[in-house]
């Protein structure tokens, strides 16, 4: 018998209770499409792309406000060119009633294009608060990331929970996904260690074609194809079908322990497919916790 497949009933669905998703601009029809499988309430992430402009955004955090979810837009700072475009985008999401909750990274760009080098100096403008922002998540990288240091993605964590605390908001770590537990788990205790102890909302790709899986790991730097394969359990031979994260969620609810590792739940990395990300949850949760093991 696997051990990493025999986690308890209710470890294993408290890890999926108040799961969050990710979806950007682009993905309303989507959205609209698959809401009746989403849970009301559900956190939901809109991305900050570069080709995606204002209105967008904004109607992105509308939609997902309208059909009965929590928008949590990202604010990515690298690519903000000036601070008055930083006012613009929340004073649109404070008019939306879209606000409360934001995402703030660094992004994506090695250069930034305008005043804003990282998560930590957008958080410091004093412009969050003033637009009634309450909430904010921050990134966090059990991996690595393949242009910073180690000790340099620990500073900036530590930092930013430190920032959060000092302008009293209320927040939460969101990871980069992953395919191994094990990362995560050291992660998780060493930022316990560090006095990092805000809730963490742990990456994890939804089901997705395998071809495009590969592509998205090697993209982020946070797995080699070999690695995948072996964790995933396809064989890198036939590239042709869907896989999911049974495996990952399994093995996380099994060795999950909320005394070294804190508050966790799980955020759904959705590559655009929201409906099938969500009945691949309903499907799982419903399954996977309540089959004895054998």
């Given at each position: 018998m696997n051990p990493a497949l025999t986690a308890t009933p209710a470890v294993g669905?408290?890890?999926l209770d108040d799961f969050s998703l990710e979806m950007t601009g682009k993905d309303v029809a989507r959205l609209e499409e698959a809401h009746g499988s989403i849970p009301r309430g559900t956190r939901i992430n809109i991305t900050f792309l570069a080709g995606e402009d204002l209105g967008m955004r904004l109607d992105a955090a509308r939609a997902v406000k309208r059909l009965g979810f929590v928008p949590v837009p990202h604010i990515s700072a690298r690519r903000l060119p000036s601070r008055a475009a930083l006012e613009e985008f929340l004073s649109g999401l404070a008019e939306d009633g879209t606000a409360e909750n934001v995402f703030v990274v660094g992004g994506d760009p090695a250069r930034p294009e305008g005043p804003y080098p990282d998560a930590l100096a957008v958080l410091r403008t004093g412009l969050l608060q003033r637009?009634?922002?309450r909430h904010v998540g921050i990134s966090g990288y059990p991996e690595g990331h393949p242009a910073i240091a180690e000790g340099t993605l620990w500073s900036a964590l530590t930092d930013k929970a430190d920032a959060l605390g000092v302008h009293r908001f209320g927040g939460d770590v969101i990871t980069q996904f992953g395919f191994d537990v094990d990362p995560v788990l050291r992660w998780l205790e060493a930022a316990r260690a560090r006095g990092v102890h805000l809730p963490v909302r742990i990456?994890?790709?939804?089901?997705?074609?395998?071809?495009?899986?590969?592509?998205y790991a090697t993209r982020f730097g946070v797995a080699t194809s070999a690695s995948v394969a072996r964790k995933y359990g396809f064989s890198l031979t036939n590239l042709m079908g869907t896989t999911g994260p049974d495996r990952f969620l399994h093995a996380l609810a099994h060795r999950y322990d909320p005394e070294r590792h804190g508050?966790?739940?799980?955020h759904f990395y959705t590559f655009g497919g929201l409906r099938h990300s969500a009945e691949w949850i309903d499907a799982f949760r419903q399954t996977a916790f309540t089959t004895p093991a054998r």
């Open positions: 669905t408290a890890l637009h009634g922002v990456g994890v790709p939804g089901p997705a074609g395998v071809r495009r899986l590969l592509g508050t966790v739940k799980v």
